[in-house]
């Protein structure tokens, strides 16, 4: 299917545990990002990488990895898990060019217990 | 650094009733400019943006925006609302080359028969 998917949509994991998030998207945009979703805070940016291969930090990047081998993927992995760490992860994407808009993942609800 | 800032947590409208969501931005030139709208469950879908021209952008679902420059402002506006945009909605301002993305908290509306 054409767009932006993200795997799992449920996970429920334990404190400590490493996890890995899947974000594919096949428009084979340029930019793609990581925000986590938490009541009050609106969505905060984790990660995001401009290009494959090219990520930076963004917000909260702490405890959280990503890599970009492909342009069409960009894996989260929480090294450790913690229980701050429970939210909701949402994928983004954005092509080159003026239009600046992200296009969005249905998102992943990871609960750390 | 640049910021966004939505007062209002959540509204409560009538259906039929206009709408205004409130937005202020914080940033030393103008900004790229988003609202996006969130249902439950669902990432985010683009409604309108702002990005020169014109300061009254149309969008979708009948949603139209503001931008005043002397406010630092970037309202949300709907003549008449229908139960169907009950959602949260997020403001939001990009103005780096990475394109990333900074978000309100959000407004929660809530529509009544």
């Known amino acids: 299917d054409a767009g932006i998917t993200q795997s799992p949509r449920y996970k429920i994991t334990e404190t400590g545990r490493q996890v890995t998030l899947m974000c594919h998207q096949t428009w084979s945009h340029s930019y793609m990002f990581w925000y986590r979703q938490d009541l009050g805070h609106g969505l905060r940016l984790i990660y995001y990488s401009a290009a494959a291969d090219i990520t930076d930090k963004g917000e909260v990047p702490d405890g959280y990895v990503v890599s970009r081998s492909k342009t069409e993927n960009f894996p989260l992995t929480l090294e450790s898990a913690t229980r701050s760490q429970t939210s909701v992860y949402f994928c983004?994407?954005?092509?080159?060019?003026?239009?600046?808009?992200?296009?969005f993942g249905p998102g992943t609800r990871l609960t750390v217990t | 650094a640049q910021s966004v800032t939505q007062p209002d947590i959540h509204i409560t409208v009538s259906e039929g009733a206009s709408l205004e969501l409130r937005c202020n931005y914080s940033y030393g030139a103008t900004p790229y400019l988003f609202w996006y709208v969130q249902s439950p469950g669902q990432g985010l879908q683009l409604l309108l943006k702002?990005?020169?021209?014109?300061?009254l952008v149309q969008g979708i679902k009948g949603f139209e925006a503001e931008f005043k420059r002397s406010q630092s402002s970037f309202n949300l506006r709907k003549p008449s609302v229908h139960w169907s945009d009950a959602a949260e909605y997020f403001c939001?301002?990009?103005?780096?080359?990475?394109?990333?993305?900074?978000f309100g908290s959000g407004t929660q509306l809530t529509v009544l028969p």
């Open positions: 702002y990005f020169s021209g014109d300061t």
């Open positions: 983004a994407s954005s092509d080159v060019g003026g239009s600046y808009e992200q296009y």
């Open positions: 939001g301002i990009s103005s780096g080359s990475a394109r990333q993305l900074t």
